[in-house]
């Protein structure tokens, strides 16, 4: 009776804590350089896309001019967007009609029974190793024949049948009627 002990590990408790301060500390550091990486190229992407804006020296009218002509491109762009989100909807709707269709259809259409054909050893030959092949084989002639010894059984009959059979009127008949009849 063997009872089950956890083990101790290995490695002592202050060592195991040294090395998880220092994996999260990796961690946080690569942590920090990912998010200047995705900060730099957000920023480069920009620069190349789009061209900085010369706000200095402007009027009123013209920065509400570049206002209007910001907020008409939006609107085109959310236009856009809405019409696609529209026509997404729309096809994930048809697709979930069309997979609800399918599964009924599934549950109604029978399927024919398949009839079993018997196929002939020749056949079966043609089929595997081609047209070419149109020699006939005989298996059966490498087959040793067993013959089966009949051992004549004594047939044991239930007396209790015999009775049956004699009772009621066709036992009657066929006790009287004799063998000529």
């Known amino acids: 009776m063997s009872e089950s002990v956890p083990k101790k590990p290995k490695i002592s408790a202050s060592r195991r804590l040294f090395l998880k301060t220092k994996i999260l500390k ?6 920090a350089e990912e998010k200047e990486q995705k900060r730099t190229d957000r920023e480069k992407t920009l620069s190349e896309r789009v061209p900085p804006l010369q ?17 008409q491109k939006i609107d ?26 399918i599964f009924e259809l599934k549950g109604k259409m029978k399927r024919p029974a398949l009839k079993r054909v018997r196929v002939s050893a020749d ?20 087959l040793k024949t067993v013959k089966k010894e009949e051992e004549k059984k004594e047939e044991v009959t239930d ?12 036992g009657r008949k066929k006790m009287f009627a004799g063998p000529n009849a």
């Open 76 to 101: 085109v762009v959310d236009e856009e967007r809405y019409d696609v989100e529209s026509k997404v909807s729309k096809s994930e709707k048809e697709i979930a009609d069309l997979g609800h269709k």
């Open 159 to 170: 007396w209790r049948k015999n009775v049956d059979a004699m009772s009621g009127m066709e």
């Open 26 to 31: 990796k961690a946080s550091s690569l942590l």
């Open 123 to 142: 056949a079966m030959l043609g089929a595997l190793l081609g047209a070419k092949h149109k020699e006939s084989i005989d298996f059966k002639a490498n």
């Open 55 to 71: 706000l200095s020296g402007l009027s009123v009218q013209d920065l509400q001019n570049l206002c209007k002509e910001l907020h």
